[in-house]
């Protein structure tokens, strides 16, 4: 009980550090769908490119979340802002599953349903549009869920780099070895997280094919 | 819409002139020579692999010939707006190939839509088209997988005429079908032909469907045409591959075969 009480006499800061950590959480999701999602249409359609950029995807995936955080820093525009630097990062780990999941989805639309729309003549973007990412939306989708369930854990690590969001808590309380402080952290960062992976998935149903 | 592409109107519709295909060096298709006139229902007929699949696609150019060239309505393939050129063929494969996200009005509304038609006019049409193919118009506001497969080939065929093309590809339409139902689809074939006068070409590898259908056979083996002829001299051909053809069917063939002019 007395988390509880510790995180509603903190809940101003609760609040404040779930809103830096949405923050980072979403304008990285989006850049990461920005890039991701026309990245994985490129190689579903151009198969030489799709060995080289998965590839490439899955070594930053590999990279410890620390250790690329401390690459980062040296870099000139990026070091000057530790947010910025953290948005760059976790964008960087949040393209993965995005652009595998694209590939994934658009590669398994069934061809005759390609070919026959070529047949009647629609265009390329005709065709990408009304039919290949229709079609491939929810394998999208849950790709997307699975990158922000990623980045609201990794985020947490962006405190560390003096980023803000609900890892200040975990750190700071690491550091008091105060489990209250942790949990007031940890606690928020998990529903975040369940919460995330609840609305995606809800979207992802009701946008499913018939 | 299309009248631009009617160069000639007493010339063949579609003209194959020593055309080729290799895919990574195999041979698909080797100098094909063939013309195909207005309003006659070809039928191409041959073993899986015999090239009557690449031939059909070489005609909305869903690939290009090696070598050689294929003339549609006169003009030659090759130089022709691609999708103009797809958009004045219907085109219908097996199963329809039918969109599995759009409800059958949009199946066979999407060519007329993308043409610019009014909402209004693509909704009268697509009545008229289920009307024409035997389907009720309830069906209308259906999913493909809520449909029988001989209900979705249908559909399949409404879409390929959704803008009245001259030209209609049919790549084993009713391959998958139960005999029952395709003998049904065959017959519906038959009256919807005789009231449209397409130009059709038709990728069967049942000789019985050939013979039925077709006003003229075009037998291919390994990439070759072997011969082209009506379903009655067919019969009586004395080409070895013909007569393989007619053997392996065995009897009562010769009831079936299309004697409706042409």
Avoid: C
Wanted: aromatic content about 6%.
């Amino acid at each position: 009980m007395n988390i509880v009480r510790f995180m509603l006499q903190n809940h101003t800061q609760v609040l404040e550090l779930t809103l830096e950590h949405l923050w980072l959480v979403g304008v990285s999701t989006a850049l990461a769908i920005a890039i991701g999602v026309p990245t994985g249409i490129l190689i579903a359609h151009r198969p030489r490119f799709n060995k080289p950029v998965l590839a490439s995807a899955n070594i930053i995936q590999t990279i410890p979340s620390l250790a690329l955080f401390g690459f980062l820093l040296p870099v000139p525009w990026l070091g000057a802002r530790s947010d910025r630097l953290a948005i760059v990062a976790l964008t960087l780990y949040a393209l993965l599953p995005i652009i595998r999941n694209t590939f994934t989805g658009i590669r398994g639309v069934d061809p005759a349903v390609v070919e026959a729309g070529r047949g009647m003549g629609l265009t390329e973007s005709q065709l990408l549009f009304q039919v290949e990412l229709p079609l491939a939306t929810s394998v999208i989708l849950s790709g997307i869920r699975v990158a922000i369930v990623i980045s609201v854990g990794l985020a947490t690590i962006a405190a560390a780099i003096g980023a803000g969001g609900l890892g200040e808590f975990i750190f700071r309380g690491l550091a008091m070895v105060d489990d209250r402080v942790i949990l007031a952290g940890a606690i928020p960062a998990a529903v975040l997280a369940l919460a995330a992976d609840f609305i995606v998935g809800l979207l992802e149903r009701r946008l499913r094919t018939p | 819409m299309l009248a631009h592409m009617q160069t000639d109107p007493k010339g063949p519709a579609i003209e194959f002139h020593e055309v080729s295909y290799e895919a990574n060096v195999v041979k698909i298709l080797s100098g094909l020579n063939l013309k195909i006139a207005r309003g006659e229902t070809l039928v191409l007929l041959g073993r899986s692999g015999s090239g009557k699949t690449t031939t059909l696609k070489l005609v909305n150019r869903l690939i290009s010939p090696t070598s050689g060239e294929v003339m549609v309505n006169g003009a030659p393939n090759e130089t022709a707006d691609l999708i103009r050129l797809r958009r004045g063929i219907g085109y219908v494969i097996q199963e329809g190939g039918l969109f599995p996200h759009f409800t059958v009005e949009r199946n066979i509304g999407l060519v007329p839509k993308i043409e610019g038609w009014g909402k209004e006019r693509i909704h009268s049409r697509v009545e008229e088209l289920l009307k024409l193919v035997g389907l009720e118009s309830e069906i209308a506001s259906r999913y493909p997988h809520q449909l029988s497969g001989g209900q979705r080939q249908r559909v399949g065929v409404a879409r390929a005429l959704a803008a009245d093309p001259e030209i209609l590809l049919m790549d084993e339409p009713f391959g998958a079908l139960d005999p029952l139902t395709r003998d049904e689809l065959q017959r519906e074939f038959m009256a919807l032909q005789q009231r449209l006068h397409k130009t059709i070409v038709f990728v069967t590898h049942d000789l019985r469907e050939a013979l039925r259908l077709g006003s003229r056979i075009a037998l291919m083996e390994a990439g070759k045409l072997v011969t082209a002829l009506t379903p009655e001299d067919f019969l009586k051909s004395d080409d070895p591959w013909a007569s393989k053809y007619v053997q392996a069917f065995g009897d009562g063939t010769a009831s079936i075969v299309n004697r409706g002019g042409r």
